[in-house]
């Protein structure tokens, strides 16, 4: 039986201002009708993973343009930008 790979799988890397702010960002991923799945990659400094299939790049941006208006995070395939301090 074959196993579909995910070598074609997007993956974007974002870093959460605030740690607590994982568990909103899953929940909001999945309210959005599952576009993709989150992987936290190292939950004390707010590091997750965002997979999604290439056909559904257009909509992972509008979600992540909504998301932001919700939670503060910085995407780690771009220029890094100073995040708020948290205490």
């Known amino acids: 039986m074959h ?3 995910l070598l074609h799988s ?3 890397s974002l870093q959460l201002a605030s740690s607590k ?6 929940r909001l991923l999945e309210a959005w009708d599952n576009l993709g799945y989150q992987t936290t990659l190292d939950v004390e400094r707010g ?7 290439p056909t559904q790049t ?6 992540l343009a909504s998301a932001h208006e919700l ?3 910085q995407r780690l395939d ?3 930008k100073p995040l708020p301090e948290t205490t």
């Not at 590091?47 to 299939?53: I, K, N, S, T």
């Not at 257009?58 to 979600?63: D, P």
Request: aromatic fraction near 6%.
């Open 3 to 5: 196993k579909p790979t």
């Open 10 to 12: 997007r993956r974007i």
């Open 58 to 63: 257009a909509e992972m941006e509008l979600f």
């Open 78 to 80: 771009q220029p890094p």
């Open 47 to 53: 590091l997750v993973e965002l997979v999604h299939a």
């Open 21 to 26: 702010d994982i568990d909103t960002l899953k």
């Open 71 to 73: 939670l503060t995070f």
